[in-house]
């Protein structure tokens, strides 16, 4: 396991009955980059990320994660590799019947062998880390706003301490704002815990301020990776359009200005 | 791993020399929790004990550690911050910067301990509660009772204001409705109900037999069935069957908001959906007691003819003399009432869902077991008031 991509699918196909919605999709998640996932609605983000996370049968192609693949190793193994997995859904996916603490607590109890009172403690640390107050932790999920539940659905992707963080959109629905602080969350954790992460968003703030490296998903494949800079380049309709066109916000000058900076 | 490896120490004039190695990571979280512990316990050894003297201060060496995360970093934290409990100093060496700053973000957090109030459970607390809990419940009746007079009074406005601007109604929404709580629960209220008839009459014959009654059985199977069980059984499998879709449809609407977004629409949501719910719960249910009585008198009679050895046109002409238009129309007269009552139950049940999954489950049994319960209760007052006026 030498090798530094923590993630690699080839030739990956998914679909509904004659809908094939990914279509010999090839993609690297490098270790320790975030990884922004961008394209159309409907491009397939979601279906990807099911898909590599096995929640979504493939129809063909490889999923290799940690070096592994998915389909050459055995029940137990892959347990092992769901637990060094976090995973953050689009829409927080809290169990609704448990409390904010408890639903940070879940894999703990299932997974490890700690005390009450350090799982509690891991479980504050958590919320805090992620910008709530320890009184929180006694909230049902129905009490929460849109913003802390995606920090709640955040701290319980965190629990185990994974290695590697699945986000699908985790700043839409956020006014702009709480989306940068989001952002700005994401890269801090990221750096302290030595995170790699494939982050799906539509934002293009998110995107030009913490990710590392883009892709983008067109017609069921990837059809561009890079850099911000590479984007800017490309010739590809979609691409030239949504990050050149009207609602990209001067992106393209700012980069440019930045650079004259630097 | 050895346990040895994760955390090892000795006493040195009055330093407590702990190494540190392998994986201070969530798997190894339980182990490391015991070893510092013990560790801990360690230092606090009185003077003149036969254990090793105490330290007044440690030093960890996390030279060796290949993995680090949270939860080593909180161990770590929670060591320190146990020590200096004991007015104790650590001090921490062979720690590389990035881990560096995971322990000093593991330092910021958990500033105040999390205090749980503790449960307790001395008798008189348990009493009390015994008695809350009961308190509760009889007071939640009373809300009960209140809240279905308040439905049953928005209803009547609502239905008011129909019967003015006819056009108002719902039409298409209620022939779905009756389609769906009426048309499609015909073939389970047919079964049910001629099982129920054929068994009553198996019984009849079998016990009747003794005394030469036999033909006492038609007149038992007629009377039960068109006054009291063709209406139960049928109110008691709606309730069941549409009593509890009805929850959980408007439970999960109120759940998403819709029901919100109706009332900023300026639609009356009792208007849009309750209403058509009841009136159709309240048509549907003559018609579904009137099928299922007939089902189970013919249930009766092919036991009577096949066990009972009795000729079918016996049955129908004892059926005749047995029966007349009162067992009948009191049977139906119940039948819109209690139709009435699941609807409105089901209806009220299901909009006082809240955010939760579970929520939505309970208002469903809830529903279903208050559905069930006002059933039978209005069943005996009918009887009652029956019996009073002659019926
Ligand atoms: N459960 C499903 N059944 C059928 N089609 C689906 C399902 N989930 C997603 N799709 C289809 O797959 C395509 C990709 O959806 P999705 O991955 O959710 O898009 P996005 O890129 O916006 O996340 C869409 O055309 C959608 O209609
Ligand atoms: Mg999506």
Redesign the interface.
Known sequence: MSSNIIMRTRDLSAGFGDHLVLNGLSLDVRRGEILGVVGGSGAGKSVLMRTILGLLPKRSGHIEIFGEDLDEIDDERHQTIERRLGIMFQQGALFSSLTVLQNIQFQMRENLHISQRLADEMAVSKLEMVGLQADDGAKQPSELSGGMTKRVALARALALDPEFLFLDEPTSGLDPISAGEFDDLIRTLQKTLGLSVFMITHDLESLYAITDRIAVLADGRVVLTGALEDMLKSDHPWVKSYFQGKRSGGIAARLERQKQRS | MNKGALLSGRFNEGTLELVAGGSW???H??EL?ELIDQWLARTGAENGESGPSPARQVRVDLGRVDEF???GA??LE?LRRSLRAREMEMHITGLPG?ER??LQ??H???Q???T?GAPGHSPVRMIRNAMQTVGRAMSGIGADLRSFNAMLGTLSAAFVRILLQPRRFRLTSAVHQLDRVGWRAVPIILLITFLIGAIIAQQGFFHFRKFGADIYVVDMVGILVLRELGVLLVAIMVAGRSGSAFTAELGSMKMREEIDALKTMGFDPVEVLILPRVLVLIVALPMLTFLGSMAALYGGGLVAWLYGGMDPDIYIERLKEAINLTHFKVGLIKAPFMGAVIGVLACMEGLKV?????SLGQQTTRSVVKSIFMVIVLDGLFAMFFAAIGM
Not at chain 2, 354 to 358: K, L, P, V, Y
């Open positions: 990571t969530a798997v979280a339980g929790e995360d949270t939860y909180w161990l929670r990035h700053e995971l973000t593991m910021n957090v958990n105040p301990m999390p749980e809240r955010g939760s999954a579970a």
